[in-house]
């Protein structure tokens, strides 16, 4: 399924939880991010962990976050 995501519309609709500043921040919640991700495929409940919760309830629920987040994993 290929989607197409505006570069414009993810800028402005990311998460502040997700707007870091430095590369290693950026890459640590990707990471946090990516883990969240399979461990709700998997059908974990994430809601009680605290660090990146936020971040994992806005991708589950925004479609075009969790493509963008998708595509840059595979890029």
């Known amino acids: 399924m290929k989607v197409n995501v505006s570069e414009e519309y ?11 500043q430095t590369v290693r921040e950026h890459m640590d ?3 946090l991010c990516w883990g969240l991700l ?6 974990i409940d994430t809601r009680k ?3 990146g ?5 806005h ?5 075009v976050l969790l493509a963008k987040l998708l595509k840059k994993g595979n890029g």
């Open 10 to 20: 993810y800028d402005k609709h990311i998460p502040p939880c997700c707007q870091l």
């Open 29 to 31: 919640r990707l990471m």
């Open 38 to 43: 399979h461990e709700m495929e998997a059908g």
């Open 49 to 51: 962990k605290e660090c």
């Open 53 to 57: 919760r936020d971040c994992d309830l």
């Open 59 to 63: 991708i589950k629920h925004d479609p």
